[in-house]
T-cell receptor, first 117, second 116 residues
Framework: AQKVTQAQTEISVVEKEDVTLDCVYE???????LFWYKQPPSGELVFLIR??????QNEISGRYSWNFQKSTSSFNFTITASQVVDSAVYFCALSEAVRDSGYALNFGKGTSLLVTP | DAGVIQSPRHEVTEMGQEVTLRCKPISGHDYLFWYRQTMMRGLELLIY????????DSGMPEDRFSAKMPNASFSTLKIQPSEPRDSAVYFCANTLLAASSGNTIYFGEGSWLTVV
């Protein structure tokens, strides 16, 4: 069963628009971790944020913000005033604190974001 | 710190050949993961090690795939014999696990494998 669902396969916006990438997860654990990674066209996976299940505070980092809502099992990512350099595939991932799991990541399928000038 | 280093970055090989992908993890990071990324299946966990010991290899697709971690500074993922459907990007990733929190998992730049 898919543990992380990113329903938006592709999103296209014009520069300076705000865009929200959705992520819904599924777990029975009370302790877990959520991540967002960015994969630009060059292919590497760039860590953006980690959030643990006990911290529902929203976070803002520059033009990036994250909204974590346990009640809806969602961890959405918003880019404000998007730029062309934001064009990439964004992955949401879940890590469950299961013994010996090593906190391996379960990835969503990714959302491809295209920002046009 | 140089981060997770993978080699080769790109490899094109003929079907039936042996392929060896290499990973140099971040010093002191005790968990090492091998992931595979394809268009069809996305990012999949193949195997992971803790302190050089394989913990879970349930993601390894077939017996043609094997992974080793002979010491804390080196791991290999081998495919023998390779097939066209093995074409993918293979990522090595690392984390230093703290007892009370999941830590960030850092990825290498990936090895882009094409089997023709």
């Amino acid at each position: 069963a898919q543990k992380v669902t990113q329903a938006q396969t592709e999103i296209s916006v014009v520069e300076k628009e705000d865009v929200t990438l959705d992520c819904v997860y599924e777990t029975r654990d009370t302790t877990y971790y959520l991540f967002w990674y960015k994969q630009p066209p060059s292919g590497e996976l760039v860590f953006l944020i980690r959030r643990n299940s006990f911290d529902e505070q929203n976070e803002i980092s520059g033009r990036y913000s994250w909204n974590f809502q346990k009640s809806t099992s969602s961890f959405n990512f918003t880019i404000t005033a998007s730029q062309v350099v934001d064009s990439a595939v964004y992955f949401c991932a879940l890590s469950e604190a299961v013994r010996d799991s090593g906190y391996a990541l379960n990835f969503g399928k990714g959302t491809s974001l295209l920002v046009t000038p | 710190d140089a981060g997770v280093i993978q080699s080769p970055r790109h490899e094109v090989t003929e079907m039936g050949q042996e392929v060896t992908l290499r990973c140099k993890p971040i010093s002191g990071h005790d968990y090492l993961f091998w992931y595979r990324q394809t268009m069809m299946r996305g990012l999949e966990l193949l195997i992971y090690f803790n302190n050089n010991v394989p913990i879970d290899d349930s993601g390894m697709p077939e017996d043609r795939f094997s992974a080793k971690m002979p010491n804390a500074s080196f791991s290999t993922l081998k495919i023998q014999p390779s097939e066209p459907r093995d074409s993918a990007v293979y990522f090595c990733a690392n984390t230093l696990l703290a007892a009370s929190s999941g830590n960030t998992i850092y990825f290498g730049e990936g090895s882009w494998l094409t089997v023709v």
